[in-house]
């Protein structure tokens, strides 16, 4: 079965702290795809990056960036200089590839709530 | 700009009560995904649908929950009767293809008295 776990509940830094969200995740297929999507306070979920599992290039967007790790079934989401709009609750999340008739769907973690204060 | 829409967007009802909420996805999306958002449980995944045919309903409680797609352009998510345990945020999302991310709607939040 396909797990994912954001070991960090909250994290606190400072504006123009750098911070790493941590992911580890679980699956028993060798093709599959992870996620992060970012909740603001307004509540919606916003859909930040998607990488699939033969793909283990570190990814950067703007102060965004991504580490994937197969060895270590990791994919840790790094922002650099942070700024307190970033402030939010991240999630990562996992979809394995199923057979076509069954479709997708994704599997999330439980959660990081980042604080960022001025 | 596309959206995923959902209404409504804050629901207060009374226990007992059907629930009905409706979710237009984007244009041209192939799956639609219903999820619930509580403090306890996190994000899971009630219902999803692939070309309007319902694939996985096991994480819905069968008795009360039902989730159908009358036609490409709507979602609905019905509860009935309600109970309190159901306040939660209902999110609905679609998406294009297999295994593409997932768009989300704003969410219905659900308060059941």
């Known amino acids: 079965a396909q797990k994912v776990t954001q070991a960090q509940t909250e994290i606190s830094v400072v504006e123009k702290e750098d911070v790493t969200l941590d992911c580890v995740y679980e699956?028993?297929?060798?093709?599959?795809?992870l996620f992060w999507y970012k909740q603001p306070p307004s509540g919606e979920l916003v859909f930040l990056i998607r990488r699939n599992s033969f793909d283990e290039q570190n990814e950067i967007s703007g102060r965004y960036s991504w580490n994937f790790q197969k060895s270590t079934s990791s994919f840790n989401f790094t922002i650099t200089a942070s700024q307190v709009v970033d402030s939010a609750v991240y999630f990562c999340?996992?979809?394995?590839?199923?057979?076509?008739?069954?479709?997708?769907?994704?599997?999330f973690g439980a959660g990081t709530i980042l604080r960022v204060k001025s | 700009d596309a959206r995923v829409t959902q209404t409504p967007r804050h629901k207060v009802t009374e226990m007992g009560q059907e629930v009905t909420m409706r979710c237009q996805p984007i244009?041209?999306?192939?799956?639609v995904f219903w999820y619930r958002q509580t403090m306890m449980q996190g994000l899971e995944l009630l219902a999803y649908?692939?070309?309007?045919?319902?694939?996985?309903d096991s994480g819905m409680p069968k008795d009360r929950f039902s989730a159908e797609m009358p036609d490409a352009t709507l979602a609905t998510l019905k509860i009935q009767p309600s109970e309190p345990r159901d306040s939660a945020v209902y999110f609905c999302a679609s998406g294009r293809t297999l295994n593409t991310e997932a768009f989300f709607g704003q969410g219905t939040r659900l308060t059941v008295v």
């Open positions: 649908f692939r070309n309007r045919a319902p694939l996985d």
């Open positions: 244009l041209g999306h192939n799956t």
């Open positions: 699956t028993r297929d060798t093709t599959y795809y």
């Open positions: 999340a996992l979809s394995e590839v199923q057979a076509m008739e069954y479709g997708n769907k994704l599997v």
